[in-house]
């Protein structure tokens, strides 16, 4: 990739940055109200049965 006449190769957009925050704030944010409303085992246990099932164990 080519940087144009005047820009840093390595420079980052600012709304790239800003859409990166937005989007790490927002999962934690719904990480959060699945704990809070208690989902968290039900969505472990799935995840444990679906893993060993793609091993082959379970």
């Known amino acids: ?3 144009r006449t005047g820009e840093k190769v390595n420079k980052r957009r600012p709304w ?3 859409l990166s925050v937005l ?3 927002a999962a934690l ?3 959060a109200v699945g704990i809070a409303s ?5 969505v472990w246990s ?5 893993c060993l099932e793609c ?4």
């Open 1 to 3: 990739m080519r940087a």
């Open 16 to 18: 790239r940055v800003a």
């Open 23 to 25: 989007l790490a704030a």
């Open 29 to 31: 944010a719904l990480i």
């Open 38 to 42: 208690k989902q968290l085992t039900a």
């Open 46 to 50: 799935k995840a444990v049965k679906l």
């Open 55 to 58: 091993v082959g164990i379970g």
